[in-house]
């Protein structure tokens, strides 16, 4: 658990979409006469390590590096993250530092697949699952808070590259954490890449490619992931036509961050009994009221009302969904299975930011309403969906 809230304090710090250098990067972006659509572009290609994240858990699963399965690429793609992050801070052109932006993505991506791993490995074996996924995304989304403050301040009170390179500098220093957290809080037992390993290894992989169930889950979650969404157009919303300082942003970011934290605090107290099927279906629900409440966006108060209930709604329907990934993991394949499920999950929001950017700015004329509207209805589709998974009052 400890091992856990480290990696995803980390997670939550350094990566680029969300981390601390998401609002100064977009600022500046947007200062230099970039539009919503090109700001998304940018991002999305950042995202490609997030969708590839199956070949990290098919490499960690097939080859021990140094004894280890999990261990030493955590600490390998950590120190990447240092350099990466590190370079960042000396540059000033986002086409020069476009590279190491994308080695950071690289190696957060790897560190959340090699966690995602021992999520399933261990939330089998303890039949803990839910509660280590509420775990890594409690403390992911406390990194969230702290970093949405942090990146409204930079902005705020410095100039905008200067925000950027400042931000880089943080995010250089945050991986040191999981090198020392696998060294010291992470057990895992050493294992060889003698044949039958790898046999052994091969043949639960062929088994996960030939389930069924996991191409119905994989299927399931892209659905329900893909909605056209408007996290850049919510942005230039709040800045052109609201008004909002930098600083406020930030503060809203940590208000939604906050919102997760108590949905997964409201998980661990009061839905942790809560069957797979009910919890899918709660959370669909709540999540499309979170979404359509965003209609109701004119002022500060209204911002952070709304922002407060869908990070509470985004975690509740995180836990159910990734509870319900990590259940069907095959043994001995846990890095390839959850990671093919996760990056299903990932290239739906790509699409899904993607298609909400292009929408705001070519088809609903810059009008953020229209655009909440289809993301709500399209949220709202994944109710039909349950029944095709067939789970029965399985437990998370």
């Keep these: 658990m400890l091992f856990f809230a480290v990696v995803y304090l980390v997670e939550g710090i350094g990566q680029a979409r969300v ?16 539009t919503a659509l090109q700001v998304t572009a940018y991002f999305a290609v950042l995202n490609f390590p997030w969708v590839i994240k199956p070949v990290f858990g098919l490499v960690s699963d097939f080859v021990p590096l140094f004894g280890y399965r999990r261990k030493s690429y955590l600490i390998v793609a950590s120190l990447c993250a240092v350099a990466a992050y590190a370079a960042i801070a000396r540059q000033a052109d986002p086409v020069t530092f476009a590279l190491p932006l994308l080695l950071t993505s690289y190696a957060m991506a790897t560190a959340s697949t090699l966690c995602g791993a021992l999520l399933a490995e261990n939330g089998q074996t303890f039949r803990l699952t839910s509660t280590f996924v509420s775990q890594q995304w409690l403390w992911f989304y406390i990194a969230i808070m702290a970093s949405s403050f942090a990146g409204g301040a930079l902005v705020e009170n410095l100039s905008a590259l200067s ?4 931000a880089a500098a943080i995010a250089a220093i945050a991986p040191i954490a999981v090198v020392l957290a696998s060294l010291f809080l992470l057990d895992e037992k050493k294992v060889g890449a003698s044949a039958p390993e790898m046999r052994r290894t091969f043949q639960s992989l062929v088994a996960a490619s030939r389930s069924p169930k996991l191409y119905i889950v ?20 709040m800045t052109d036509e609201l008004k909002f300082s930098q600083s406020y942003i930030g503060i809203l970011g940590a208000i939604a961050s906050a919102g997760w934290i ?9 839905l942790s009994g809560m069957n797979s099927k009910a919890l899918l279906y709660f959370s669909i629900v709540l999540l499309t009221l979170s979404a359509a409440s965003f209609l109701l966006l004119a002022d500060p108060v ?6 407060f209930g869908n990070g509470v709604a985004m975690m509740i329907a995180t836990i159910a969904s990734l509870t319900l990934a990590a259940d069907y993991c095959p043994k001995r394949a846990e890095g390839f299975a959850f990671a093919g499920l996760m990056s299903i999950m990932n290239l739906a929001e790509i699409c899904s930011s993607t298609v909400g950017a292009y929408l705001y700015d070519h088809v609903f004329d810059a009008r953020l309403g229209p655009l909440i509207i289809v993301s709500a209805a399209s949220i709202a589709f994944a109710l039909v969906l349950v029944p095709l998974l067939r789970l029965d009052g399985k437990l998370p």
């Design 163 to 166: 925000a950027v390179q400042m």
């Design 19 to 34: 981390g601390i250098i998401y609002q100064p990067l977009t600022h500046y972006l947007k200062e230099i006469g970039w």
């Design 262 to 270: 108590a949905g997964a605090l409201v998980h661990r107290w009061l």
């Design 302 to 307: 209204t911002a952070a009302i709304v922002n």
């Design 218 to 237: 994989g299927l399931f979650l892209f659905l329900y992931s893909f909605a056209p969404g408007f996290g850049t157009p919510l942005y230039y919303f």
